[in-house]
């Protein structure tokens, strides 16, 4: 039995071209299908029924810059104070027993803003949150 | 010839023209107006989604969520192009994630069924069948070379349309282009028949074409 003829690089390409160009034909005549009847309508139904839906509510960002800068305030002051409270016993470190009880004290008062800080954040927080609507953002 | 170009060129203007008018309309809260819109673009992005699925009923389903899609960020429509060229690539990539998500189940491109040699083909059916296992087999093909051999085809094999549609550059479209043919005409040697001979003798357009992607 022969074995197959083995094709020269012309005749590879003349066999290319006619694969492409069968290739080409059957990709290019695909016929055009026709939506159906309800097609259109069940769009436009789903387009009515977004177009109905009312926008989502903006986060009243407004409404909440008062409570924000009040807790940022707050905040600000409580650390301050924290850190004037601390500073006189980080300086009379050797003397460090005598004011001990007096640090303390300054700590215990700054914990309390510290404390004070927090509430008033957390009421502003959820006067902002009712505000905005139990399905808001927060 | 002549004469065809320009009812062509006119019926692609009035399509931009309305197209522009409905979405100003849409957008100053005429929500009917959009119904303008679908019944323009419903047959042609049916018929690309088709082509991406290759299922009728989730074509039509992925067409309508790409219009869908389409109206929500209708304002993000810049103007700079098409509406058209803007509703496209907006479907393409519906389509695409919709694919992603719950993929048509394709069979890897070498074990797609082998089509019937030309000897075989006696009926219009046998040559349907064929015809629609090469369909398929581009939705076997790796993904960066679907794309662009659905899309070019969808456009008519219109190179700069269907580069646009993808947003890529046309060198590159047509480079994949190549490859995704090479591709195809390894799977199918046996294409290599009398038809191909007929089609590149009887439809010089469609040969030409083809050469400006293969050359």
């Known amino acids: 039995m022969k074995p197959p003829k083995k094709l020269s690089t012309a005749q590879k390409q003349v066999v290319n071209d006619r694969i492409g160009a069968e290739i080409d034909q059957i990709l290019a ?3 055009e299908l026709i939506p159906t009847s309800g097609f259109l309508s069940s769009v436009m139904e789903r387009v009515e029924e977004e177009a109905a839906v009312p926008p989502p509510l903006p986060f009243p960002w407004r409404r909440l810059a008062p409570g924000i800068a009040l807790a940022a305030g707050v905040i600000c002051w409580g650390a301050v104070e924290l850190v004037r409270g601390g500073m006189p016993s980080l300086t009379s470190f050797p003397q460090l027993a005598p004011h001990l009880s007096e ?3 300054h700590s215990a008062e700054s914990a309390g803003w510290v404390a004070l800080a927090l509430g008033v954040s957390l009421i502003s927080w959820s006067i902002s949150r009712r505000l905005a609507g139990r399905g808001g953002l927060l | 010839m002549v004469s065809l170009t320009t ?3 006119s019926t692609m203007e009035q399509k931009a023209a309305d197209d522009l008018a409905d979405v100003a309309r849409v957008l100053a809260g005429d929500v009917q107006a959009f119904e303008g819109i679908v019944r323009r673009w419903q047959g042609p992005l049916v018929n690309m989604a088709w082509r991406y699925s290759r299922d009728r009923g989730r074509a039509e389903e992925m ?6 899609r389409a109206w929500r ?3 993000q429509w810049r103007r700079e192009g098409n509406f058209s060229t803007w509703l496209f690539a907006l479907a393409a990539n519906v389509f695409r ?3 992603r998500r719950f993929p048509t189940e394709t069979l890897p491109l070498e074990e797609a069924p082998e089509p019937a040699g030309p000897a075989l083909q006696h009926s219009q059916l046998e040559k349907r069948g064929r015809d629609e296992v090469v369909r398929r087999a581009v939705l ?3 993904p960066p070379y679907r794309e662009p051999v659905i899309l070019f085809y969808f456009h008519e094999q219109d190179v700069a349309a269907a580069a646009r549609n993808l947003g890529l550059p046309e060198g590159t479209l ?3 282009l190549l490859r995704a043919r090479a591709l195809l005409r390894r799977r199918f040697p046996q294409l290599a028949g009398e038809a191909g001979t007929m089609h590149a003798a009887l439809n010089p357009a469609a040969r030409n074409q083809g050469r400006e992607v293969t050359n």
Not at chain 2, 63 to 68: C, G, H, I, Y
Request: zero cysteines; a negative charge.
């Open chain 2, 73 to 75: 960020g209708l304002k």
């Open chain 1, 103 to 105: 640090t303390l004290a």
């Open chain 2, 63 to 68: 067409a309508q969520e790409a219009l869908v």
């Open chain 1, 29 to 31: 005549s695909e016929e």
């Open chain 2, 174 to 176: 047509k480079a994949r």
């Open chain 2, 140 to 142: 076997a093909l790796p």
């Open chain 2, 7 to 9: 009812t062509l060129t």
């Open chain 2, 97 to 99: 994630s919709e694919l």
